[in-house]
């Protein structure tokens, strides 16, 4: 599986600094991103996503391990590589003086191949609603992020690495940016994305890995991930809710986390439904409502430590 | 190399080597200006045989015999400013080849791109020599458009000819300035250093020249303004290899900013 694998990481480690003080940045990171799968890099700021990102494009250099891309080594075969992929770093800057269209123009011309470039360049601005004639310092960080997109897809890559993609983008433009990842999924190209908006991730990814101080604590597909054991109960009662009930719910070893305010009650739930029914069955209950947990949920449960109990 | 980064570098900078040049061919001029009045000539002539020769070295001359021919004057006058301010060009423009990219982080973009870094630097390299070029050329046109404007009674080839030897120590300030950056990767601290060589070089080739002796020319034998040659081209004796040693330097450094830069991580 990992020798079709199109990105192939096997025991990456960077450290910054020595000594006392240095820093581990990734922590013998493993991991595949197969064929035709939108890969979610889910972890905190500090986690170690920008630095797997910037080993890939070889701006930064490992440690330790070696990072593979279509087969080919991610240092030694870094020019090849990059005509294969687009990018999309998490802090976009680009020459303030120019317009986006000069830029997308220079972009091509060191990609080779202006006309075909520069005329998808163009088509992808319109559906993503970039005006190219202004200036980049005068468009706002949103379409910043648009013309960032608008570079890194517009030579159809194979493989797309994209650090925040949809930082500072309003609502329809995300809608149209997971548009546009399932379409590139559709075409049996591959997305390699970090986020910390876990709907998004949930919302487009087929797989996701969890990242933790530099180490990798999961990875797994977006559904399993959700499939865990917990659930968030809401009870609506039609009175505040009765001391016994109160007692009784916090007694229950399967329930944690309850809350109590007025009339209505939450609390986390991991284990059957029967104890809890008749504790809430004291009291009269109006409403009763189950909650999934978010990836959220699953993503502080892995932060807190306890991802795999979760 | 395909020469897209060098091409897009020479089209964003023209206009900066263009009013870099008119500036500093506009000073040549003015000065070419002041030098068809032969007084004023025959006055720093005057002045200059009554200093110690120490100070006439702080002033830019070794002796006062340059001041009896109009293109010594020129050539004493100008040169060792021009060399100055194409330092400060040159310090810019070695910011300008990867510093200032990668400390705003538009280097992650563009080294994203199917570019090696050595070629990248390489391009880089070349349109920035090529801008310095045109700044010392059109420093070197006014002035000797203005001396065959007023009739200048002068050799103009000298003074055109010493305006254009500025340019291997150019070379020089350009190439130290990526190398330092290279090695600091913070602009500021690379800013500091390559402003110490400059300034450093400057003070070593007037100091040097102040006196004699084994240290006074240890220091002048290291500024490369020792090697700028205007004094030289005037009085015949200008020998090419202090310019072949400035584009070795130039050309070392280089190659050891390449192989740096092509082994280090981008960004700060």
């Given amino acids: 599986m990992a020798a079709s694998a199109v990105i192939d990481i096997k025991g990456l480690s960077k450290i910054y600094g020595s000594g006392g003080k240095s820093l581990v940045a990734l922590d013998k990171l493993t991991l595949q991103v197969e064929p035709g799968e939108i890969f979610g890099y889910l972890g905190p700021n500090g986690a170690g996503k920008t630095t797997t990102i910037r080993v890939l494009l070889d701006l930064i250099r490992p440690s330790s391990g070696s990072a593979t891309i279509f087969g080919m080594d991610a240092r030694q075969q870094s020019v090849a590589i990059h005509q294969r992929i687009g990018f999309l770093p998490g802090e976009l800057n680009l020459w303030q003086g120019r317009s986006g269209a000069q830029v997308i123009h220079y972009v091509a011309s060191v990609r080779g191949g202006v006309k075909s470039i520069v005329k998808q360049a163009e088509e992808l601005a319109a559906r993503l609603k970039l005006d190219t004639s202004k200036k980049v310092r005068d468009l706002s960080s949103g379409n910043k992020r648009k013309l960032g997109l608008v570079i890194a897809m517009m030579h159809s890559p194979d493989l797309l690495i994209l650090d925040e993609p949809t930082s500072g983008l ?10 546009l990842m399932n379409e590139y999924r559709d075409k049996g190209k591959t997305v390699f994305l970090s986020s910390h908006v876990l709907s998004e991730v949930q919302a487009i990814c087929d797989r996701v890995g969890i990242l933790r101080d530099g180490d990798l604590k999961a990875v797994q597909s977006v559904d399993a991930l959700t499939n865990v054991k917990f659930r968030w109960v809401h009870v609506q009662f039609r009175d505040d809710v009765p001391a016994e009930v109160a007692q009784g719910l916090r007694g229950l070893a399967a329930v944690s986390e309850f809350n109590a305010d007025g009339c209505h009650a939450r609390m986390r739930l991991q284990g059957d439904f029967d104890p809890l029914l008749r504790t809430i069955a004291a009291g009269y209950v109006e409403q009763l409502h189950v909650e999934e947990p978010t990836l959220e949920d699953i993503f502080l449960a892995y932060y807190s430590g306890g991802g795999e109990d979760a | 190399m395909s020469g897209v980064i060098l091409g897009n570098t020479l089209r964003i900078a023209w206009k900066q080597m263009l009013y870099w040049g008119l500036g500093l061919g506009i000073l040549g001029a003015y000065i070419i200006f002041i030098a068809s009045n ?3 000539v025959q006055g720093y002539a005057d002045l200059f045989d009554s200093l110690p020769p120490a100070l006439m070295n702080v002033l830019g001359a070794s002796g006062s015999e340059l001041f009896r021919t109009t293109e010594g004057w020129v050539v004493t006058i100008l040169v060792s400013e021009l ?15 990867s510093a200032n990219e990668e400390q705003s982080g538009i280097l992650d973009v563009v080294l994203s791109l199917p570019i090696s870094r050595r070629a990248f630097l390489l391009e880089r390299w070349l349109a920035y ?5 045109g700044i010392v050329l059109i420093s070197a046109l006014l002035p000797t458009l203005t001396a065959i404007g007023v009739g200048l009674d002068a050799d103009i080839g000298i003074i055109a000819a010493s305006i254009m030897a500025v340019y291997p120590g150019a070379l020089v300030v350009i190439a130290a300035t990526v190398l330092l950056s290279t090695l600091f990767r913070r602009r500021i601290a690379a800013i ?7 300034i450093g070089s400057y003070m070593a080739s007037i100091l040097g020249g102040a006196a004699s002796g084994f240290l006074p020319d240890l220091l002048e034998a290291l500024s490369y303004f020792s090697y700028v040659g205007g004094e030289s081209i005037v009085s015949g004796e200008y020998e090419p290899t202090g310019a072949l040693g400035l584009l070795a330097a130039a050309g070392l450094a280089f190659v050891l900013s390449a192989h740096l830069f092509d082994r280090r991580d981008i960004g700060t």
Avoid: C, K, N, R
């Fill in chain 1, 170 to 179: 309003d609502p329809l433009v995300q809608q149209t940016f997971h548009e």
């Fill in chain 2, 38 to 40: 032969s007084d004023i």
């Fill in chain 2, 83 to 97: 060399a100055l301010f194409i330092s400060v060009y040159a310090v810019m423009a070695g910011l300008a080849i």
């Fill in chain 2, 129 to 133: 020599a090529l801008l310095a070029f």
């Fill in chain 2, 192 to 198: 500091g250093a390559v402003s110490a060589f400059v």
